[in-house]
């Protein structure tokens, strides 16, 4: 007999919630459906056989083997300390004036007013661009990586959290106002607690896209990072090496990202229930 929820979830609902047991069930099965799917086109000892090149779409067998020389001659746990070092840092330094000055855009059109125009056109800049500007304005060093990383990371962060402190509730403001809290108490004790939770979720969001960016951030005179081993491996043509250090940034995406999520259910418990 089919269980109830089981048979809810077939209805094919709009916007339907699905049990946890199926959600999980049904992304496990597009995750093993992608991996047979790479896997049937390039299964072959005889590389001549298999229905894509190697050097186009490597196997996930060259994939895995490739992580052994990848750690060994290409320092692979040094890069990822070094661009987790990276992406913290601009990530970091974006968080402390984007969400300042976006509180301050939220709660007073006067400052939106002065500063809007100037973030909308940062927004519009291509993020590549950033790339040879920042070089002009830094140099080479670890300063620049940093400093790409943390301007390109404003420019995203700073438009969400301006909407988050203009979403609150005006019911909030009149609140605090009929309570006699003064305009600073209504921004420290009213529109921040309220806005914080959608705050949370954009810096949890903009710390994956972080990992997006490393690869630009390290494209020029990086002597560490995964950006660099990813040059390296792609002028050597492996690019069985290019895909596995895609996989190590993507496994470090989610696993950050999950730990995101477990605290933001600690310190937000009602947005989770």
Partial sequence: MVPSSAKRSMNWEIRQGLPKATSAALGAASVALALLLWLSVTWSADVEQRWVSPLVLPSP??????????????????????????????????????????????AFTQ?????????VIGGYVPIAALVPLTISWFGLGESQKVAFLFIASF??????????????????????????????????????PVAAGDIYDHLRTL?????????????????????????VSQRRGRIEEV???????????????????????????????
């Fill in 61 to 106: 067998g060259d994939v895995v083997h490739s992580f052994g020389p990848l750690h060994w001659t290409q320092g692979l746990t040094r890069g990822v300390v070094y661009s987790l070092a990276r992406v913290t840092a601009g990530f970091l330094l974006a968080a402390a004036v984007a969400i300042p000055l976006g509180v301050a855009m939220g």
């Fill in 111 to 119: 400052v939106r007013a002065f500063v809007g125009p100037l973030s």
């Fill in 155 to 192: 420019f995203m962060l700073l438009p969400m959290v301006v909407k988050s402190i203009a979403d609150v509730d005006e019911v909030y403001l009149q609140t605090g106002y009929t309570l006699g809290a003064s305009r600073w108490q209504t921004i420290r004790h009213v529109l921040v």
């Fill in 207 to 231: 710390y994956g896209v972080g990992w997006g960016y490393i690869i630009l951030a390290e494209l020029v005179a990086a002597e560490h990072g995964l950006g660099h081993i990813i040059q």
């Fill in 243 to 273: 895909f596995a250090i895609l996989l190590v940034i993507l496994a470090i995406a989610i696993a950050i990202d999950q730990l995101f999520r477990a605290v933001g259910e600690l310190l937000f418990p009602y947005r989770h229930r």
